[in-house]
């Protein structure tokens, strides 16, 4: 993925594709795609992301899927999608304006109405926050639901996270995979409470 600088730049407010199964069961909602997103096609792929790591980690993907490529069909399978609060390309989520993300939360909103996902994880506390109008949440399951789906917020896999590790990512999308009844809890029961 060798870009210049001045390429990927070009890529500025584009959107990617949605990653929905026909079974959704866990839908993993980013901020925004990033401008190697952008360029790829791909979610989560700025070399360097750790999400794709800690969904390994978590047992959420297999342990030879090293590539975002590699990762669609496999979270494809599993039931497991991918989403943005808002769709445009950025360099960086602080780049988005408040709007943008209250605009971006009616989308998702209509969004989960229409594929039904068990879980909804959405990756960072300060976007959930803006976009749901609750300044006090904590990371981790929420009290609303939406759409019937549970609501988590989970950390953002962004390097940009710094006090954040592989494992430490991979152990709370691990709680919302489980809810999901996407991989066993540690008793090796698949859990899908609503």
């Known amino acids: 993925m060798g870009f210049s600088r001045a390429e990927l730049e070009s890529f500025a407010g584009r959107t990617i594709p949605d990653l929905v199964p026909d079974d959704l069961r866990l839908l993993f909602v980013g901020i925004n795609p990033g401008l190697v997103s952008a360029a790829t096609g791909l979610h989560f792929a700025r070399p360097g992301n750790r ?3 800690a969904l390994r980690l978590a047992g959420i993907l297999p342990a030879d899927v090293m590539t975002p490529e590699d990762a669609a069909p496999a979270l494809l399978s599993r039931g497991v999608g991918i989403t943005n609060i808002v769709a445009r390309a950025s360099a960086r989520a602080d780049e988005l304006e ?6 971006g939360r009616t989308r998702l909103e209509a969004f989960v109405e229409q594929h039904r996902p068990r879980v909804v994880a959405l990756a960072g506390i300060t976007t959930y926050r803006i976009a749901f109008a609750e300044k006090k949440a904590r990371a981790g399951r929420q009290e609303r639901t939406m759409g019937g789906a549970q609501v988590w917020v989970v950390p953002n896999p962004s390097g940009l996270n710094a006090h954040e590790t592989v494992a430490s990512l991979a152990a709370a999308y691990r709680e919302a995979a489980v809810a999901a009844g996407v991989v066993a809890d540690a008793a090796g029961q698949a859990v899908s409470e609503a």
Not at 98 to 103: F, G, K, P
């Open 51 to 53: 999400f794709y790591p």
């Open 98 to 103: 408040n709007d943008e993300l209250l605009a």
